[in-house]
């Protein structure tokens, strides 16, 4: 299956996301590879995703989880080789999967050679690659982001004794973007991939790259400036490929983010998955409107990026302080759950393993506008392991049997870079690949079911949408539109059965047509149209004229 | 802490199955249109009831008060507010939905976590108090409501924390029912500490202070209670349905208790409002004591209810009030009103009366005259001697002469003389109840 040639492909796309080291461990070291990710290509193909981001696979001490990289054009040996990258990378285009990585601009590990140039003296040519204070005043504007762990954006260097800029673990100075050749180092870093034929880049940290006195030190113009140059080059040198941007910010603050579609094609919308999240456990969709309504317009060529879990925390940033206290109280009732502002938790744990509910979250976002990714193992229900330390709780080994190692690895099990999911819920003998392959009616086979529905047209990627707001407020309710076909998803956030009624009398004469059976139901007419609901249902319909 | 009622078990039983039976005819009253608007609010935990008709002057301020309230106290949990209008002409209904929370109607200097929906139903029939809390309490089982609380849609002193005072006792902490009470000027609401609260607390075994109250908060269980068992078409057209309420708490064994408020608004008082005062209160009471006489001739003595924050609260500060129009029509009233009386009242009663109602008497309506005044008076209404609306209409001049002597007796007096008179006349109607039960019989 050849790659779609189409420029905006990303926003057809379904993304997987996976970490390399987690998934399938060829070489039976306990750790995953490029090789083991090669040889589970067909289960993606077969789940009917059509991108892969990999997160960091870089060398790295992996103080972060690869997100500290100590070298920008290599690959970490416990995954293989850049030759093993270049058989996945070329695989993954045979199948029709484009593959997006991960690229830290904002900062480097305190392992990496340029800052330990940078550090070995004040003269150091790459002295100015980071930002050095002899004070720690200055910048104090700028939020610290790991709460938990740091107390300062500044740590003192005893070599060179003076403080460098950090905004996430002191282990991760800031590279120094007011330094040309800093820009132009990262440039040749981003080249030397694209040349390789990735698809797209998904740029940590984007808001943080440029500092300046008396701001928040937080999507600063000069930032915006050096994206929009590093946009210019990737159109002129490599049209089709993407960036997608991970600022977790404000809709209003995202938007810039875009520009005039000379900035970012794509952007995550972090507000918007706490709120999900929300409004499922009110059984109010106000959560989930009111934030899309805050959501300015984006321009055409640009795309949403949605999420429901990630390898990171579930983040609670951008939410009220009553909306945290709830969300805490509701989703992470043991403070062990609790990671800086957010919950270290999986989609299944999260929701209580309520099929239902996994569903009907699913339902949105796949339904909801943007580029819907699914974070790797929560397509079979795969749990956490909060006695894990930081947010490697959700990152434990893919769960492809009940065999040995749960199929990740051949590997003496004390060996695997993180112990197995074992608890008789989530374990991996209850929930695995393998399993739910057999079964008609496993998560796996529903959730293969959606993505074909979902791609089975281009609205839910590239159409308008136009909320209803019927009087039922544990209805969530939306037309999709493109060109002419109109779709309308139904969502019941409640535990209950419910009624609601639909204003579509525009859509006169027009029946539904349910997306998943091919069902018809009664033609539109003058009335109200009513819809009983059973809990967490959703509904995806199709409006043809007849 | 009182938690002296039990018998209301098995009642309870019994109450499950005329419900079922009482269902449809109970729903059928609720108009198609409230219906749909319940059914789009779905299952709440809090439920704040307005019965209104033309309150536009008061109302808007009133439910922002109470919105505030919700969100202050209760953030987190599903509330409606629900207006039964009695037929409102002045805007009252558009001014209570007017409030509502949504994803459509934002608002401003307000968050809400959640929708906050305010709907409002008209009944058909006249304004009554009755059919409103009817609907009320219907829309209240409908939605399974597990706390409700009715605000009177005049209270124009109401503060955001009288909703967590009346709903959190029973929202948190398992009570059926919150009555209020009040900082009140130590003359205001002499009906309520001369007649009601007294003779409640003798007979009942259960110190009340406030049982006729225009606020009070109530479980689900003991909504769906009343809604089954009382007799909504007794033609009274719901006249003292709030005593009643509190009656069938009582009654019932439900966990009541008394939350105090602050100070409550004065309200103006003409002579000519004493009538349908005492036929809303007295005659709702005399009314109830014949079905409740098995619980009231068992009772003695009477327990505290459990209060959050004080029992009551005293304004000392001066009030004009016309005492010698008082008892000018206690004499007039006892003079023209002989027959009746003869009817009604001991031929002792009477005669002391008539004692004191004569010119350059001193005159001193004491204690147990009038306790046994208001016991033979009760005792005459359940025997139907004459007119039950008479024998009320035929109180309002004892009670006149009966709240002088309380005016001149506590003129000069603090909050604690005041509240020993109360106790006093209490322990009176405690004392004399074995004189009501002897001529029940």
Redesign the interface.
Known sequence: MPLNKDALWYKDAIIYQVHVRTFYDSNGDGIGDFQGLEQKLDYLQELGINAIWLMPFFPSPLRDDGYDIADYTAVHSSYGTLEDFRKLLDSAHERGIRVIIEMVLNHTSDQHPWFQEARSSRDNPRRDWYVWSDTEARYQGARIIFLDTETSNWAWDPISKSYYWHRFFSHQPDLNYDSPAVREQMWNVMRFWLEMGVDAFRLDAVPYLVEREGTNCENLPETHNILKELRRKVDGQFPGRMLLAEANQWPADLRPYFGDEDEFHMAFHFPLMPRMFMGLKLEDRKPITEILQQTPEIPPSCQWSLFLRNHDELTLEMVTDMERDYMYDMYAESKTMRLNLGIRRRLASLLNNDRRRIELMNGMLMSLPGTPIIYYGDEIGMGDNISLGDRNGVRTPMQWSGGWNSGFSLAEPERLYAPLIQDPVYGYPAVNVLSQRESEHSLFRWMQRIIAVRRSTGVFGRGAIEFLYPANHRILAYLRRLGKETALVVNNLSNSAQAVELDLRRYKGNILIEMFGNNIFPRVGDLPYLLTMGPYQFYWFRLRRV | MTETMSQGTTSRGRAAVIRTELKLEDEAFLTDDFL??L??V??VDILVGLPTHNNAKTIGSIVHTIRSGILQAF??E?VVIIDADGGSRDGTPELVTGISI???R?ASNL?????L?SISTKYASSPASGVALRTILAAAELLRAKACIVMSPESANIESEWLSKLLRPIYRDGFDLVTPTYRRHKFEGLLMTNLLYPMIRALYGVRIREAYTPEFGFSSRLGSQFLGQNNWNDGTGGAGVELRFTLAAITGGYRICQSFLGEKDRVERHAADLVPALRQTVGTLFSALEPDFPVWSAVAGSQPVPTVGSEQEVLLEPMRINRKRLREMFSTGVAELESVFQSILSPSTLTELQRIARPGEEFHYSAELWVRTAYEFAASYQKSVISRDHIIQALAPLFRGRAFTFLMENRNGSANDVENSIESLCLEFERLKPYLLEMWK
């Not at chain 2, 968050?111 to 929708?115: E, G, P, V």
């Open positions: 749909r608007q059914i789009n779905g299952e953030p987190r599903r949504d994803d459509v934002p968050y809400a976590l959640r929708t929906h």
